[in-house]
């Protein structure tokens, strides 16, 4: 089974592109899965899409964990962990950037046993990231080395057929670029045998014991505890209230507060900073907007200079 996953931004067409390349392996007569994940669904997101083709049906389900080939669309996204861009990879995968840095230099960078390869990205194709996915599915039908020239130019045809003759004659040009750029590499992607459940190794566990509650959580008995953890520490924007905007209403504040971090003495609120943990709801909730959202840092800064002038 080939499995294979599209990563890049929203508005690449990285859905796209699995979908054009599930086509075309179809037309060529595999068996297709083809799906997009998304994370934050906007422009610009990390946005990854995977394909599984196989000769006969595929009872795997789910995120490919184990990728064949791996193809990159945005080299930026690469150092970023919430992409996870190399999750899976393997001395087996093939890796393949879009990126105008070379090979070289990438797999200096990684430092992986895998195969990596460069797709250098044209200028109007820089410009113009919306429309990498049909190059992207070029050079990954290539590197199958298993769909025709002609299968890849149908499933373009068959995609995008909404779209237009001139997009489709736009991204059909790319695609067929990206083909035969990477006509040295084709077939440079094998599949693997899957894994054998009868193979698998049990982890060694490691024997808690049981320990009364007096020993494993003695703060659900101790009185008056919470006062020792300082939840202030977390914050990263501290609310500061602006006395002379107050309408000292001492209620609105110091009820939405959700940690109780807001106390008022003679209707005058006041915040208990070593547990309140900047959720901001007191700034969105106070009605002559007389608290003010200052970052943490920024504020200790002044804490810090109002106590060297004192």
């Known amino acids: 089974m080939y499995r294979i996953r ?23 007569g595999y068996e297709v899965q083809d799906a997009p994940r998304y994370g934050a669904e906007r422009r610009g997101a990390p946005i990854f899409a995977y394909v599984r083709a196989d000769d006969q049906l595929i009872h ?37 950037i879009n990126s105008d840095e070379s090979t070289e230099t990438w797999k200096h960078r990684l430092n992986l ?52 003759d001139a997009v489709i004659d736009k991204n059909l040009a790319r695609a067929l670029d990206a083909y035969d750029r990477m006509q040295q590499f084709a077939g440079c992607v094998s599949t693997v045998a899957p894994v054998n459940a009868s193979h698998y190794n049990k982890p060694d566990w490691i024997d808690l014991p049981f320990e009364g ?61 070593d547990h309140c943990k900047g959720c901001m709801v007191c700034v969105a909730q106070c009605p002559p907007h007389a608290i003010e959202a200052v970052p943490e840092q920024l504020a200790q800064q002044q804490d810090a200079e109002q106590e060297a002038s004192s």
Not at 143 to 163: V, Y
């Open 6 to 28: 599209f990563h890049g931004r929203g508005g690449q067409g990285m859905k796209t592109a699995s979908r054009i390349l599930g086509t075309a392996f179809f037309l060529q």
């Open 60 to 96: 795997e389900r789910g995120v490919i964990t184990r990728p064949d080939l791996v193809i990159i669309a945005d080299d930026s996204l690469v150092p970023v962990p919430a992409a996870a861009v190399l999750a899976g990879v393997n001395e087996h995968t093939v890796l393949l």
């Open 213 to 273: 509650a007096r020993i494993s959580a003695p703060d659900i008995h101790a009185s008056a505890n919470s006062t020792e953890v300082r939840t202030g520490l977390w914050r990263t924007l501290r609310p500061v209230i602006d006395y002379q905007r107050c309408n000292k209403c001492w209620w609105v504040c110091s009820t939405f507060c959700p940690d109780g971090a807001i106390k008022v003495n003679e209707r005058t609120p006041e915040i208990d900073y």
């Open 113 to 164: 046993d895998c195969e990596i390869l460069t797709l250098p990205a044209e200028a109007e194709e820089r410009a113009e990231l919306r429309f990498i996915g049909a190059t992207c599915t070029g050079a990954a039908a290539r590197l199958l080395g298993i769909i025709s020239r002609e299968k890849l130019t149908r499933a373009i045809r068959e995609e995008l057929a909404e779209m237009g």
